[in-house]
């Protein structure tokens, strides 16, 4: 098991400290019970499972398994998720992902890339950053209503930049400065946990990245990341 991290003596643990503490505490627990839960299926011979058992059983580990996701994404949100950084160019990343998300987005939803001529180095971890830009498609896919343009751009300024942008109902000035917050969503609770620009900002802090999120009322979101250019983390 991994080692739970410390403070120094005396001194009061930040959110995100605590976040992580529990995070790996919690991560523990699920391993013992799924390792147990699987050790279970293997000693009991299958004509012992009746129906409903065996529909109970996948339903606990169905369970254990999303647990183990939310404390994912929440030590992802702390800042304590790994990332391995390499120089890839994000125009690349852009187009990788493109086919993803066609298959991912309904066929209401329009994914146009905008991408510059030339490339974007960027010091980024690439898989993570294809999970990141899943996770602000899926938000722009609820903010549109199934429906609309979603479009990713890349841009080379100041530093390396990917974007993404909807065409959906926009966020209010209240809605904008509690939307990184975990568990915070406007929408139905039961199937949206408010993980997900938590995540992205996870994913940021790790990084070394900025994000910046643009959003007004009938008027759209914009998701910027900036990076550090290849080679300087």
Do not use: K
Not at 67 to 96: F, H, K, M, S, Y
Not at 116 to 142: C, F, G, K, M, Y
Not at 144 to 166: F, K, N, Q, S, Y
């Amino acid at each position: 098991m991994d080692q739970a991290p410390h403070t120094p003596p005396g001194s009061a643990p930040s959110t995100d400290l605590l976040v992580r503490r529990m995070g790996h505490d919690f991560n523990n627990l699920l391993s013992v019970i799924l390792g147990g839960l699987s050790l279970l299926r293997e000693e009991v011979p299958g004509e012992a499972w009746s129906p409903e058992a065996r529909e109970t059983y996948e339903d606990v580990v169905s369970a254990a398994r999303e647990a183990a996701d939310v404390i994912a994404r929440l030590t992802a949100w702390a800042g304590r998720q790994a990332v391995e950084p390499v120089c890839a160019d994000l125009n690349a990343v852009a187009r990788e992902i493109e086919p993803l998300l066609a298959r991912a987005l309904p066929a209401e939803v329009r994914v146009e890339l905008t991408l510059t001529d030339s490339p974007v180095i960027a010091w980024v971890d690439r898989s993570q950053l294809q999970t990141v830009l899943i996770e602000l498609a899926a938000n722009a896919r609820d903010a549109m209503g199934g429906c609309g343009e979603l479009r990713i751009e890349t841009c080379d300024g100041v530093a390396p930049e990917i974007r993404v942008t909807d065409g959906g109902e926009g966020m209010d000035a209240a809605t904008l400065a509690a939307c990184r917050d975990p568990y915070f969503t406007t929408r139905d609770r039961a199937v949206h946990r408010g993980l997900g620009l938590s995540v992205v900002e996870g994913f940021a802090r790790a990084s070394g990245a900025e994000l910046d999120i643009e959003s007004r009322p009938g008027q759209g979101t914009v998701a910027r990341l900036r990076f550090a250019r290849s080679g300087a983390p």
